[in-house]
């Protein structure tokens, strides 16, 4: 099966200042990644998503990089603002396959 | 998200009683499902469903039954509580084309918090 790591479970940044969050997956067959943010009291939300034919894909502010070499992906978030205070979710999964496997979290907590 | 309601949001029982949590979606979403959240665990898929009565186990079934007499509707009863089913419950349904290259992606409800006494 698969199993899916963050390498930090809380991150403080600085506003104004960009973050990196990590993850790391074990199933070397799993080809779709996705990004949730979830705000506190509230259900996941998506952020992103990358298929393994990539190793980048953009968004508003926030890029998701995949490396299969060494099974890690990261989403990095520029100029961060206090509403991107959040838990950050990777999930991992096959394409076309409804079922994922959900990282723990990291908890980003943005600094005014 | 306005399309997809859990019902209770909180819920207190105590240890042997039957509970059922809600779940309702206005999308016609073909895919439901059902995750618990716990601390240093994340999300863990218990079941879903593809369709219409059709439903499938995911990681940790145990304790719990579903249904899906209705596109709409996908219920968690959880038939005799324990305190390990303290949790909080996440309903997602599955949006076909919302994602990379038509990529399913989650949607999910605000989840129903159990406290299981």
């Known amino acids: 099966g698969e199993s899916v790591g963050l390498h930090l479970p809380t991150l403080s940044v600085q506003e104004g200042d960009n973050s990196i969050i990590n993850c790391a997956y074990s199933n070397s067959a799993s080809d779709y990644f996705i990004w949730y943010k979830q705000e506190s009291g509230k259900g996941p939300q998506f952020i992103i998503d990358?298929?393994?034919?990539?190793d980048k894909r953009q968004g508003q502010r926030v890029t998701v990089l995949l490396n299969k070499t060494v099974k890690h992906l990261s989403l990095q978030i520029a100029a961060t603002q206090p509403g991107d205070s959040a838990v950050y979710f990777c999930a991992v999964g096959v394409f076309g396959n409804e079922k994922l496997t959900f990282g723990t979290g990291t908890r980003l907590t943005i600094i005014p | 998200d306005a399309g997809i309601t859990q019902s209770p949001r909180y819920k207190i029982t105590e240890t042997g009683r039957q509970v059922t949590l809600m779940c309702h979606q206005t999308w016609s979403h073909s895919y439901m499902f059902w995750y618990r959240q716990d601390l240093g665990h994340g999300l863990r898929l218990i079941y879903y469903?593809?369709?219409?009565?059709?439903?499938d186990k995911g990681e940790v079934p145990d304790g719990y039954v579903v249904s899906r007499s209705k596109t709409e509707n996908f219920p968690l009863t959880l038939e005799s509580a324990t305190r390990s089913q303290t949790s909080v419950y996440f309903c997602?349904?599955?949006?076909?084309?919302?994602?990379?290259?038509?990529?399913?992606?989650?949607?999910f409800g605000a989840g129903s918090r159990l406290t299981v006494l």
């Open positions: 469903s593809a369709a219409a009565d059709i439903t």
């Open positions: 997602a349904s599955s949006d076909r084309g919302r994602g990379i290259a038509g990529a399913n992606v989650l949607t």
């Open positions: 990358i298929r393994s034919n990539m």
